[in-house]
T-cell receptor, first 119, second 110 residues
Framework: ETGVTQTPRHLVMGMTNKKSLKCEQH?????MYWYKQSAKKPLELMFV???????ENNSVPSRFSPECPNSSHLFLHLHTLQPEDSALYLC??????????????????FGPGTRLTVT | GIQVEQSPPDLILQEGANSTLRCNFS?????LQWFHQNPWGQLINLFY???GTKQNGRLSATTVATERYSLLYISSSQTTDSGVYFC????????????FGQGTTLQVKP
């Protein structure tokens, strides 16, 4: 148990469906992340939120839409996905960085992931 | 961007054996983490070790930041150690962007 939970754990959706992945952290962190892990590939960062502001979009297609309503919750809204989007989607959290503050580095903690299959 | 290379890609051990996993990176870093990914996909934090040496039970890690590598030592391996081991780094001056290596897949046989 890392203090980061994700739902659902498994999701099968058609290419025309709309679904959302949810992540919640109970660690008092202020930064949250979405990563994608495809078969036979290393984890790839998708989005970073720091104090609810998006600070990184790693050239992710617009069919993936993140939302961070508060520092404890992170969503990934999915629509019109492609079969190649099938993957394990992992959420992580860490301490946040204040604007203008030192570029400190903080340990990231991961949730159990959502295994997504697009048919 | 920063490159992360892990070796070996695959490793098979007999229970009780020791092993060393290596992570090389191409630029200076201010964050380096080792993870173990279990068969269900959960990433378990092993070490947060941008520099120096740490030990936790049968596992230990050393990062030599000036030479841009880190080592993960597993002693007296057990079948439960099986899985994929990832090294991930954040380059200096970056904003929380962890770059992962390809991983080392470890199988420990009874």
């Amino acid at each position: 148990e890392t203090g980061v939970t994700q739902t659902p754990r498994h999701l099968v959706m058609g290419m025309t469906n709309k679904k959302s992945l949810k992540c919640e952290q109970h660690l008092g962190h202020n930064a949250m992340y979405w990563y994608k892990q495809s078969a036979k590939k290393p984890l790839e960062l998708m989005f970073v939120y720091n104090f609810k502001e998006q600070t990184e979009n790693n050239s992710v297609p617009s069919r993936f839409s993140p939302e961070c309503p508060n520092s404890s919750h992170l969503f990934l809204h999915l629509h019109t996905l492609q079969p190649e989007d099938s993957a394990l989607y992992l959420c992580a959290s860490s301490q946040g960085r204040r604007a203008g503050g030192p570029l400190s580095s903080y340990e990231q903690y991961f949730g159990p992931g959502t295994r997504l299959t697009v048919t | 961007g920063i490159q992360v290379e892990q070796s070996p890609p695959d490793l098979i051990l007999q229970e009780g054996a020791n092993s060393t996993l290596r992570c090389n990176f191409s630029d200076s870093v201010n964050n380096l983490q080792w993870f173990h990914q279990n068969p269900w996909g959960q990433l378990i934090n092993l070490f947060y070790i941008p520099s120096g040496t740490k030990q936790n039970g049968r596992l230990s890690a050393t990062t030599v930041a000036t030479e841009r590598y880190s080592l993960l030592y597993i002693s007296s391996s057990q079948t439960t150690d099986s899985g994929v081991y990832f090294c991930a780094v954040e380059s200096s001056g970056n904003t929380g962007k962890l770059i992962f290596g390809q991983g080392t897949t470890l199988q420990v046989k009874p």
